[in-house]
């Protein structure tokens, strides 16, 4: 089975990802997905451009808009 799930970016996130705003994803549904498993995944699948404003190593974290990091 399929997972769908829709991304939308704004804010500038869209540049980090081809400047596409809205992505409709199908992904594995027997995988158990978690929010930092979907992070990783974007990260190794769909970002095209400086993957250090996305994610940082140190922290499972992600950035998001004007507000900083994630915790």
């Known amino acids: ?6 991304l939308e ?4 996130a869209e ?3 081809g400047n596409i705003k809205r992505r409709e994803l199908n992904l ?5 997905w978690t929010i930092a498993n979907l992070l990783k995944w974007m990260h190794a699948n769909i ?3 400086r993957p250090e404003l996305f994610l940082r190593a140190e922290l ?11 915790r």
């Open 1 to 6: 089975p399929e997972l769908k799930i829709i």
């Open 47 to 49: 970002l095209t451009e």
């Open 9 to 12: 970016f704004s804010a500038g």
């Open 28 to 32: 594995d549904g027997k995988q158990k």
């Open 15 to 17: 540049l980090l990802f």
């Open 60 to 70: 499972p974290a992600y950035r998001h808009g004007r507000h900083g990091y994630g």
